[in-house]
C-alpha cells in the first residue's frame, strides 16, 4: 500500500499593487466626509468603497476562515480590484456616492479609462507606475498586521467621531433593530431566528439588554481595541489619527496634515469648494451636540447604561 502524503500549499502573492491608502473608522464615525475630502486631493484619487473585504474581516471575527486564510483571501482580492482599477472597471457613477468617481478631482480620468481599451503591455506599464490604490474599510485598524508581509507600502487615516455624535446616530439607524435583508453586514440564524452580527458579540451577556444598552456596549468595546492599537501606531509613519472634529474646527490646518500624510497637494475643485466653506453645514453637528447629548440621557434606564455612557464620554481624549 502506497502510504498517502499531505502536500502544503503556500498562496504566492502578486505584488501588482505596491502602494495603499486604507481610510478607517469606526460606524458612524465620519469616514463619508474624510472620504470627500481625500477624493478631492490631485492625483485624481477614487476611493473604493467594498463591502465583500468587510465581510472577510467579519468571517474570521466569528472563527469561519483562520488568519491565514483571511490574509492570504484578503490579499488576492486587493490584487483583482487594483486591476479592475488600472482597466477601468467597476467604477461608482452615481452621482451622489462619495465613492463615486464624479466626486473626485478630475471625473474625466476615469471616464477616459472607461471608454478605452488597453492591452497586455499597456496594463503592464502602468502597474509598474506604481500606482496608488484608496479604498475605505470601517474598523480596519485592528486587522493592520493583514498588510505587514505583503509587498505593499501602505497608509491608513483613520477617523474619530465625537461619541456623542456617533451615539446619537447608531440609536436613530436600523442597529439593533430587527433583522434586514439590506443590511451589508453578515447575518446568522440562531434557533430559526435571523440576527444581525452584532448580536453575534453580544450573546455573552446574560441578562436581558434594551438597545441603547447594546449600542453603548458595542461602542466601548470597540474603543477599548481601538485605543490599543491607535496608541500603539501613534508615532509611526504610516499611520495618521484624525478626530472628527477637527476637521470642523480647524478645517486648513487639518487639511494639511492629511495632504502632507498622504503627498498629495488641493486640487482647483477643492479651492473652490473651500471658498464655498461646504464644511459650514457639518458644524451643524457642533450646534446641536447639546440637544444629541439630552436626547441620548433621556434614553438611559439603567445604571449599567449610566456607567457605560459616561465610560464612553470619558475616555474619548485618549483615542488620540
Not at 505583503?150 to 442597529?175: E, G, R, W
Not at 491607535?230 to 495618521?240: E, Q
Request: hydrophobic share 35%.
Amino acid at each position: 500500500m502506497t502510504k498517502n502524503t499531505a502536500y502544503k500549499i503556500s498562496i504566492k502573492h502578486k505584488k501588482n499593487l505596491k502602494k495603499l491608502v486604507i481610510i478607517s473608522g469606526q460606524q458612524k464615525a465620519g469616514k463619508s466626509l474624510l472620504t470627500k475630502i481625500i477624493s478631492k486631493f490631485q492625483g485624481p484619487v477614487q476611493c473604493r468603497i467594498d463591502f465583500f473585504l468587510e465581510s472577510l474581516l467579519d468571517l474570521h471575527k466569528i472563527k469561519l476562515i483562520n488568519k491565514k486564510q483571511l490574509t492570504d483571501l484578503f490579499l488576492i482580492y486587493l490584487d483583482h480590484i487594483f486591476i479592475d482599477n488600472i482597466y477601468g472597471r467597476n467604477f461608482n457613477l452615481k452621482k451622489n456616492d462619495e465613492s463615486s468617481i464624479l466626486n473626485t478631482a478630475n471625473p474625466q480620468f476615469f471616464l477616459n479609462k472607461i471608454n478605452k481599451n488597453y492591452s497586455r503591455q499597456e496594463i503592464q506599464k502602468l502597474i509598474k507606475k506604481k500606482q496608488e490604490m484608496f479604498i475605505v474599510i470601517h474598523n480596519f485598524i485592528k486587522h493592520i498586521d493583514l498588510l505587514d508581509k505583503a509587498s505593499i507600502q501602505y497608509k491608513v487615516v483613520n477617523i474619530v467621531p465625537h461619541p456623542i455624535d456617533q451615539l446619537y446616530s447608531m440609536f436613530k439607524s436600523n442597529m439593533f433593530k430587527n433583522y434586514d435583508d439590506l443590511d451589508r453586514e453578515i447575518v446568522y440564524e440562531q434557533k430559526g431566528k435571523k440576527q444581525n452580527l452584532d448580536n453575534f458579540f453580544l450573546k455573552k451577556f446574560k441578562t436581558k439588554q434594551t438597545r441603547f444598552e447594546k449600542i453603548l456596549q458595542k461602542k466601548k468595546d470597540s474603543d477599548l481595541i481601538d485605543c490599543k492599537v491607535i496608541k500603539k501606531l501613534r508615532n509611526t509613519k504610516f499611520f495618521l489619527n484624525i478626530k472628527y472634529d477637527e476637521i470642523l474646527l480647524n478645517y486648513d490646518q487639518t487639511i494639511l496634515k492629511i495632504s502632507r500624510f498622504l503627498q498629495k497637494k488641493k486640487s482647483a475643485l477643492m479651492k473652490k469648494i473651500e471658498k464655498q466653506k461646504f464644511f459650514i453645514v457639518r458644524q451643524s453637528n457642533l450646534e446641536n451636540r447639546n440637544y444629541r447629548y439630552l436626547y441620548l440621557q433621556k434614553k438611559i434606564s439603567s445604571s449599567r447604561e449610566r456607567l457605560l455612557f459616561k465610560y464612553i464620554l470619558n475616555n474619548y481624549d485618549k483615542n488620540v
